[in-house]
T-cell receptor
Framework: AQSVTQLGSHVSVSEGALVLLRCNYS??????LFWYVQYPNQGLQLLLK??????LVKGINGFEAEFKKSETSFHLTKPSAHMSDAAEYFC????????????FGTGTRLTVIP | GAVVSQHPSWVICKSGTSVKIECRSL??????MFWYRQFPKQSLMLMAT?????????EQGVEKDKFLINHASLTLSTLTVTSAHPEDSSFYIC?????????????FGPGTRLTVL
């Protein structure tokens, strides 16, 4: 069975500082991993995804994530936070060759301090 | 890119009435659509998975007679909340997946906020 743990329900960073959002997964088979962003009262937008290709995945808006099998982690980073990055971020995992059932973490709310 | 729309974006209804939410894939054929529910400040919980032309598969604990899902075409799925009660108030989000190159990705709609008075 798959599961996702996001450490830290709230993360605050100063504008221009490094953003690090943590995600650890559990999966009995090689996983597909995703990071989504959600702005208030909106649906989810895909930031990036890992699908068994390169372990360092680059996404939109300057975000990237690294798949580390030995640590079962898929942490999201961005070198320099922008005010517009303030949102809720969800890590998700699915098993198999397609986006079947996505299992979401509990989310991390990112606040960017000016 | 693939676009998924939902209608309405928000709805308020009286207790005991039924509400229908539409999910459409605008520029691709969605062989599979998913319905999620999100409570305030919580994560998304999968309610059901529907494949075009087939009965939906509901997750454990989701009442299929209360949350009716129809996926009659490759571009439209509907979720009907029957005899809605205040505890059904939530944010409902659909997603869609096609069988093409983006098979390993779900595209999400903007969500529908349901408030039951």
């Amino acid at each position: 069975a798959q599961s996702v743990t996001q450490l830290g329900s709230h993360v605050s960073v100063s504008e221009g500082a490094l953003v690090l959002l943590r995600c650890n997964y559990s999966s009995s088979v090689p996983p597909y991993l995703f990071w989504y962003v959600q702005y208030p009262n909106q649906g989810l937008q895909l930031l990036l995804k890992y699908t068994s290709a390169a372990t360092l995945v680059k996404g939109i808006n300057g975000f990237e994530a690294e798949f580390k099998k030995s640590e079962t982690s898929f942490h999201l980073t961005k070198p320099s936070a922008h005010m517009s990055d303030a949102a809720e971020y969800f890590c998700a995992v699915s098993e198999g060759t397609g986006a079947n059932n996505l299992f979401f973490g509990t989310g991390t709310r990112l606040t960017v301090i000016p | 890119g693939a676009v998924v729309s939902q209608h309405p974006s928000w709805v308020i209804c009286k207790s005991g009435t039924s509400v229908k939410i539409e999910c459409r894939s605008l520029d691709f054929q969605a062989t599979t659509m998913f319905w999620y529910r999100q409570f305030p400040k919580q994560s998304l919980m999968l309610m059901a998975t529907s494949n075009e032309g087939s009965k939906a598969t509901y997750e454990q604990g989701v009442e299929k007679d209360k949350f009716l899902i129809n996926h009659a075409s490759l571009t439209l799925s509907t979720l009907t909340v029957t005899s809605a009660h205040p505890e059904d108030s939530s944010f409902y989000i659909c997603s869609a997946r096609d069988g093409g190159l983006t098979y390993n990705e779900q595209f999400f709609g903007p969500g529908t906020r349901l408030t039951v008075l």
